[in-house]
């Protein structure tokens, strides 16, 4: 995937920032400079898990792949669905997980976007009963 895919999803601002949750607990913040290509990231956990969720994340690149493993596999047989429901024509991880904030139903970790203070955890839950996607309330 690679630095292209985040480029090309800048919407005119000169960074993206998000914080990655487990709950409603903030265990990282990254912050990302499309003008230096700098990434900074400021981990605040404090279990081996959430110390740990970024692991290997060092440069655009591998937070890409980040992203990906936040994602419905690509090799669903249903994954074409999947896009049509999110309103997306293509797998693109970051687009996906602009999309579900990166909750699985595996995991209690996600992604809060910049633009998203008010969401909680019981908003992005895919196990709630009645959840939908953020945005298609």
């Known amino acids: 995937m690679g ?19 487990n709950t409603d607990m903030v265990v990282a913040l990254v912050r990302y400079s499309y003008l230096s290509k700098e990434l900074e990231i400021e981990n605040y956990g404090e279990h081996f898990m959430d ?8 440069a655009v690149e591998d937070l890409c ?7 419905f596999l690509r090799s669903r047989c249903d994954v074409e669905f999947h896009l049509n429901a999110l309103g997306l024509t ?13 909750a699985l139903f595996e995991d209690t970790y996600w992604i809060r976007w910049e633009d998203q203070s008010y969401l909680t955890w019981q908003d992005v839950n895919p196990r709630n009963p009645g959840w ?3 945005g298609s309330r």
């Open 65 to 71: 792949d980040w992203f990906e493993t936040r994602c």
């Open 90 to 102: 293509e797998y693109s991880p970051y687009n996906i997980v602009r999309k579900t904030n990166g």
């Open 51 to 58: 110390k740990n969720v970024l692991h290997g994340v060092s």
């Open 3 to 21: 630095q292209a895919k985040i480029e090309s999803c800048s919407t005119g601002d000169s960074r993206m920032q998000f914080e990655v949750l």
């Open 132 to 134: 939908k996607l953020p």
